[in-house]
């Protein structure tokens, strides 16, 4: 289990709010890799600035789906949204993008990229697509 699952099981405990993870049935879980730490402040954010004044209302969605020899990353909540050009430079998407740079940059080929969208009709959608493959053992 990814470290940022064990803090969505805590804060589900905290705030009471929903989630789900959801894996396409073509990705193999256990032979898949996404680079380390990632996710983690994005799901946090999710849970932070999205449910947690939803209380049982809230909810989080994690989606993993192939397209083509890619992967699609998405983490979805219901809260209250997001306007994208007052928190561009938020601390956590700062962060979150210094990582995806250094992946970007360390690994070559790849070309992972964070987009972030207004959920309809309430909420925020983030989704990563992950230009690098699937690693197959």
Do not use: C
Not at 69 to 79: A, E, K, L, Q, R
Not at 119 to 126: A, I, M, R, V, W
Request: charged share 20%.
């Amino acid at each position: 289990m990814a470290a940022w699952e064990t803090y969505l099981k805590l804060e589900q405990l905290r705030f009471g709010f929903n989630y789900i993870i959801s894996v396409a049935d073509d990705i193999n879980g256990y032979e898949t890799e996404i680079p380390s730490l990632l996710l983690q402040l994005l799901v946090e954010n999710a849970i932070k600035d999205g449910v947690s004044a939803l209380q049982k209302n809230g909810r989080i969605s994690v989606n993993y789906i192939r397209k083509q020899n890619d992967m699609m990353v998405s983490v979805t909540d219901n809260g209250g949204g997001f306007i994208v050009a007052e928190n561009i430079n938020g601390f956590g998407l700062k962060l979150t993008r210094a990582r995806i740079k250094l992946v970007n940059d360390l690994a070559n080929g790849q070309a992972i990229n964070l987009e972030i969208k207004v959920n309809t009709p309430s909420g925020t959608l983030l989704s990563l697509p992950l230009k690098i493959g699937f690693y197959e053992y």
